[in-house]
């Protein structure tokens, strides 16, 4: 499986932002989908997940209320919608897809085996 992350780019805050997350190789239903993000100098951190199977999606304490899943399965595509942004916000995104991972280690970089590359998302005050 192949991932592609892209969308990001430069927004000010209040702003609205989505990301995709594009497949290829198999179905992206066949396995969970996370985004993850990451600030220089930081630890990845875990921002959200759709599970495959079904529509369970989960969020980091820290979007919650703002960011929302969706998929495409005609494009194979899953998409972060990003809402209210913030300055801290700001990081470049990464997309993780997984056949294995479960509820508890939903947010755990070594959960997931496949990564797409990072888009940078640049929120401005």
């Known amino acids: 499986v192949q991932l592609q992350a892209s969308g990001g780019g430069l927004v000010q805050a209040g702003g609205s932002l989505r990301l995709s997350c594009a497949a290829s190789?198999?179905?992206?239903?066949?396995?969970?989908t996370a985004w993850f993000r990451q600030v220089p100098g930081k630890e990845r951190e875990f921002v959200a997940v759709f599970f495959r199977g079904g529509s369970t999606t989960y969020f980091a304490d820290s979007v919650e209320g703002r960011f929302t899943l969706s998929r495409d399965n005609a494009k194979n595509t899953v998409y972060l919608q990003m809402n209210n942004l913030k300055p801290e916000d700001t990081a470049v995104y990464y997309c993780?897809?997984?056949?294995?991972?479960?509820?508890?280690?939903?947010?755990?970089?070594?959960?997931?085996?496949?990564w797409g590359q990072g888009t940078q998302v640049t929120v401005s005050s």
């Open positions: 993780a897809g997984s056949e294995r991972v479960i509820l508890s280690t939903r947010d755990r970089e070594p959960a997931y085996n496949y």
């Open positions: 190789g198999r179905s992206s239903r066949t396995y969970t």
